[in-house]
């Protein structure tokens, strides 16, 4: 579906900059849908963006506003669409790239307008980490992914890289959960969800953006300079965000990857961590997931796209 429509979230990003440019480049008979928390001109991130659009003149692209911490912003925005889709304004779907995300290091949680970690309601997420100081888990009890304990914390960035940790975890197992009902309904079966590690990226805005000054010293002075020795330590997954950029948006849309369902790191499949493939708890964050989301029947569109396939 070359003519066809990709949301992607978080454009304005440290890797979706780069992304955006390789996208219109490289697949420009794509609509793209680029979606930001702060669309006006007074974001110099998505001055950045719309920047990089002008750049492809014949580029089929939208800057929306999409905040993802709000449940009834983010309603209206997937109203927007499919309405988009019925009344020929945009194709049908071909992608969706989740790839905004939220942290913070230097504070205890914090809470969104409708009472949800923020961390995990604004982390619709592309990808999983399995290291850290603090082992991610999912819980028991599925509410305190979304509801977390406001008890202060004296561990302020350990405990915030371990909301951010579990959350990308959570993600991954939503991801397989999310496979397995498609898989199940001959209607939804030819669509796919990938989950993707795409590297520790050592220049990312997020590691000065809600972090001590440690890890903006260590960005200045250790990863950034050192990144060829390093990488000959950790391996190909410590990179800059643009091959990561790339690799999102192959696959997303690079038809050797049609079918494909899973987890990769970088672009080589892979295995996600054992918690994740636990089949008890995909089943039980699915349907918390249902509710936090205020997901009902007539609110589930998956039927609209099936029939263009």
Known sequence: ??????????????????????????????????????????????KRLRHIISLHPKAKAFVLALDLANLAATHAFADTVVSGIQNGQYPPIASIVCNAYYWNLTVGPELTADGYDKVFQRFPLAWEERDGEIPPLIPDDMELLAKPSMEPDPDKQGRGYQRYATTKLAITTWMHALNGHLEKDPNLKALTALAINPGN?????????????????????????????????????LRTAAPAG????????????????????????????????????????????????????????????????
Do not use: C
């Open 246 to 309: 790339h690799d999102v948006v192959e696959l997303a849309l690079n038809p050797k990857y049609a079918g494909q369902r899973g987890y990769y790191t970088l672009l080589q499949k892979d295995q996600s961590s054992p918690d994740s493939q636990d089949k008890e708890k995909q089943s039980g964050l699915w349907a918390k997931t249902l509710t936090w989301a205020k997901i009902t029947q007539d609110r589930t569109k998956l039927q609209l796209y099936a029939n263009k396939i």
């Open 201 to 237: 990226l050592v220049d990312s805005r997020a590691l000065h953006t809600n972090t001590p000054r440690s890890l903006v010293l260590m960005q200045t002075f250790v990863y950034k300079p050192l990144l060829p020795i390093l990488r000959l330590i950790m391996g190909p997954t």
């Open 1 to 46: 579906m070359e003519d066809g429509l990709l949301i992607f979230t978080g454009a304005n990003s440290s890797l979706g900059l780069p992304a955006a440019d390789y996208l219109l480049g490289t697949y420009p008979g794509y609509t793209v849908i680029f979606t930001v928390r702060d669309a006006s001109g007074s974001d110099p991130n998505t």
